[in-house]
């Protein structure tokens, strides 16, 4: 196949991301904008405002991206665009964009899942993993384990029944008065709490097979921040935080680790916004060690919400056969399990 320049679009939340992946050179240029700033304010993300300024984010980051990789719209093969899961007015916004964009310059586009995007964005390092892998997706609102054997060739292994790993943090951090967004903050604050002080459950880390729920862990950080409501310190704080992550990062690990002796595979990738987190690293990389397997993760800026791992999911997915579509049809998904692109699990 011959080389391809793909142009990325990512806008399913609170940021707005613009890349440009070329199939031979790989990735150009990536331009993001967070709207963290605007939503703090209301302490979560304001689905209305967030589609509001990726309208306004759109052009100027296409711009920037296309400048840094000195590129022209002409050059540009396909564009590939988040169609879901996530916000519906936000993916629609960046659905209306890449679409009527693509139909200007007459170039197809390919409609990414963005599970699919973050699974795939450890390829976008230096040190790439190879297939087959297990993935750990840790977002906020995913956390799946999933034995993946090629772009498309996913198994679902085990998932969260309830609240995803990102939604935990962040909810443990409103409950310990942190702002939004909470979960990188509790991760801060944790660093410098001391461990063993309050102990904490570790949901189903017993159950025997590598589900996940996290909603009992949450309730009971509000039961320790009811005990210590009339004197919440800092030093109470970043001992209930740390409480908190080495609780989830001890569940998280060992249900890698079930995860990766059951498939008998030698790789583990760990992808979504959680996956930034130093504690889960650290441990996992101590862990990879002794038992002798390999963990990769995203560069940390690929970690959370880019176009980059967009545009490379796009490229990735023509190269793989998937047919790109006609320019000009408007569909988002904003509810869409990651298996419904899984075109040959393998079991
Ligand atoms: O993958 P992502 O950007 O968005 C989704 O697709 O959901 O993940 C965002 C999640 C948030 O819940 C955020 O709190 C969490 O990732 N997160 C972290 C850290 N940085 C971001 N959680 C723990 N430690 C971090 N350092
Ligand atoms: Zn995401």
Excluded at 116 to 140: K, M, N, R, Y
Aim: aromatic fraction near 6%; proline fraction near 5%; include cysteine.
């Amino acid at each position: 196949m011959c080389t391809m320049l793909i142009l990325g679009v990512e806008s399913s939340c609170d940021e707005t991301g613009i890349a440009l992946y070329d199939s031979e050179a790989g990735l150009l240029s990536h331009a993001l904008y967070s709207q963290v700033a605007m939503h703090a304010e209301y302490g979560g993300v304001v689905p209305e405002l967030a589609s509001r300024d990726h309208i306004r984010r759109v052009v100027p980051l296409l711009r920037e991206a296309l400048g840094q990789a000195g590129k022209t719209l002409d050059e540009v093969d396909a564009v590939a665009y988040t169609r879901g899961p996530g916000l519906a007015g936000a993916l629609l916004v960046g659905c209306a964009f890449a679409e009527a964009l693509a139909l200007a310059i007459d170039k197809p586009t390919i409609p990414v899942h963005h599970l699919e995007g973050h699974l795939l964005s450890p390829l976008l390092s230096s040190d790439p993993p190879t297939f087959p892998f297990v993935a750990l997706l840790v977002s906020g609102g995913h956390t799946q384990l999933m034995k993946v054997t090629g772009v498309g060739e996913y198994e679902l292994l085990g998932e969260t029944l309830d609240d995803a790993a990102g939604e935990a943090f962040d909810k443990s951090a409103k409950l310990l008065g942190l702002p939004y967004p909470g979960g990188a903050l509790l991760s801060k604050l944790a660093e410098q709490g001391t461990p063993g002080v309050h102990e904490l459950p570790r949901p189903m880390l017993h159950s025997g097979d590598l589900s996940f729920s996290f909603s009992g862990l949450k309730t009971a950080v509000l039961t320790l921040v009811r005990e210590h409501a009339d004197a919440m310190s800092d030093e109470f704080k970043a001992n209930a935080a740390r409480a908190f992550q080495e609780a989830i990062v001890e569940v998280l690990v060992k249900k890698s680790l079930k995860a990766m002796k059951q498939t008998g595979l030698k790789q583990l990738v760990v992808a979504g916004g959680v996956g930034a987190n130093k504690q889960l690293r650290t441990t996992l990389n101590d862990e990879a060690k002794r038992k002798r397997f390999c963990v990769y993760y995203p560069e940390l800026e690929f970690c959370t919400d880019n176009g980059a791992m967009i545009a490379l999911a796009g490229c990735l997915r023509l190269q793989a056969g998937t047919p790109a579509k006609a320019a000009g049809s408007f569909a988002v998904q904003p509810r869409w399990p990651l298996m419904e692109m899984s075109v040959s699990p393998t079991k």
